[in-house]
């Protein structure tokens, strides 16, 4: 029998280190039914866990990436994980330097927000929201 039921199946994919996610897919279950099965047959999830950086080697990589995704995925993490490290580390995100005033009128005179987010540094998103007239009501 070969799937989540068997002991040894499950065991050689979290020995490989294979996302709980991947492993969910291919057996054709949730989630939570995989981490079910991991308790049902005693087995131990080791986490890798990603170091976080220092706080000056955090802000010099991130002075070279344009946006928390790109620095997410140089250090392996989520978006959301670089962001709250940004934040932890008292590292400015870059928004006090973006007039949003300036930022509309070059876009009026035809910049495009490529050009804009490479200028400012920042994601295309951001252009994106600092170009929306609600943004900052």
């Known amino acids: 029998m070969d799937g989540i039921e068997n002991r040894e199946w499950l065991e050689a994919r979290i020995e490989k280190n294979v ?3 991947d492993i969910a ?5 949730s989630r939570q039914t995989v981490y079910a099965w991991i308790e049902r047959h005693n087995l131990v999830l080791v986490r890798s866990q990603r170091v976080r950086p220092p706080p000056v080697e955090l802000a010099r990589l991130y002075d070279r990436c344009r946006t928390t995704r790109e620095l997410g995925e140089q250090l392996g993490v989520a978006p959301e994980t670089a962001r709250r490290w940004l934040v932890d580390a008292n590292i400015d995100r870059r928004r006090a330097r973006l007039d949003t005033g300036e930022v ?3 876009r009026r005179a035809g910049a495009t927000i490529g050009q804009l987010a490479t200028e400012y540094g ?3 998103d951001t252009i994106r929201r600092r170009l929306d007239p609600s943004w900052g009501d």
């Open 19 to 21: 996302s709980i996610t």
């Open 25 to 29: 897919d291919v057996a054709g279950v």
């Open 104 to 106: 509309r009128a070059k």
């Open 122 to 124: 920042v994601g295309n």
